[in-house]
């Protein structure tokens, strides 16, 4: 059973278009978070959300939009997209207060 | 914000030898400092962490130190195998648990 589980693994669009990655977790975390890995690899917060409730919101354009329907699920809508959203986006999901992320395996999105 | 210094970006040692990778933070509040192991293609995985009333943590081949007086902590790889062989990131947070992750070392070990 996959602890964090992402969709799509790979995802290539146009500029301009929409798109949507999920995540769902079966960990029983209270707290779940997006992190976008750019070409480098650094690894930067984009959300955090707390029992459904957004708690990080880093700098991070407006058309990207968190949605959590319940604990175990955080989606990530990207609206006109640009070719500099080109990265890896992990979910990740952890007990508020202990520190331990566990990660999903990544959605790598291309915009051409 | 927090703001976490890693060196080297990049390590190759022979298969046996020792792998050293050192961060700086800059947030004397900080308290909590995991160290994220990434192999090709996965997301990254909490091999080891220290928190801030430990000033060394040992488990198995991997240890970590801390040093808060100059704000620095290490990972120390020992006996290096083929399967060490990824990209390392530290990291350090405060009680928020809010992550700022240093921009990571390639770790190559050499059969």
């Known amino acids: 059973d996959t602890a964090v589980s992402q969709t799509p693994k790979y995802l290539v669009t146009q500029m301009g278009n929409d798109k949507s990655i999920k995540c769902e977790q079966n960990l029983g975390h209270d707290t779940m978070y997006w992190y976008k890995q750019d070409s480098k690899k650094f690894l930067k917060i984009m959300f955090s959300?707390?029992?459904?409730?957004?708690?990080i919101n880093e700098t991070v354009p407006n058309r990207f939009s968190p949605k959590s329907p319940d604990k175990a699920h955080l989606n990530l809508h990207i609206n006109s997209l640009e070719l500099g959203d080109s990265a890896v986006y992990f979910c990740a999901s952890s007990y508020a207060g202990t520190g331990e992320l566990f990660f999903g395996e990544g959605s790598r999105l291309t915009v051409l | 914000g927090e703001n976490v210094e890693q060196h080297p970006s990049t390590l190759s040692v022979q298969e046996g030898d020792s792998a050293v990778i050192k961060c700086t933070y800059s947030d004397s509040a900080s308290n909590y400092f995991p160290w994220y192991k990434q192999e090709l293609g996965k997301g990254p995985q909490l091999i080891i962490d220290i928190r801030s009333n430990v000033g060394e943590k040992k488990d198995q081949r991997i240890a970590v130190t801390l040093n808060k007086t100059a704000k620095h902590f290490s990972l120390h790889i020992t006996e290096t195998q083929p399967e060490d062989s990824a990209v390392y990131f530290c990291?350090?947070?405060?009680?928020?648990?809010?992550?700022?992750f240093g921009a990571g070392t390639t770790v190559t070990v050499r059969a």
């Open positions: 959300y707390n029992n459904k409730e957004l708690i």
């Open positions: 990291a350090a947070s405060g009680n928020d648990y809010k992550l700022s």
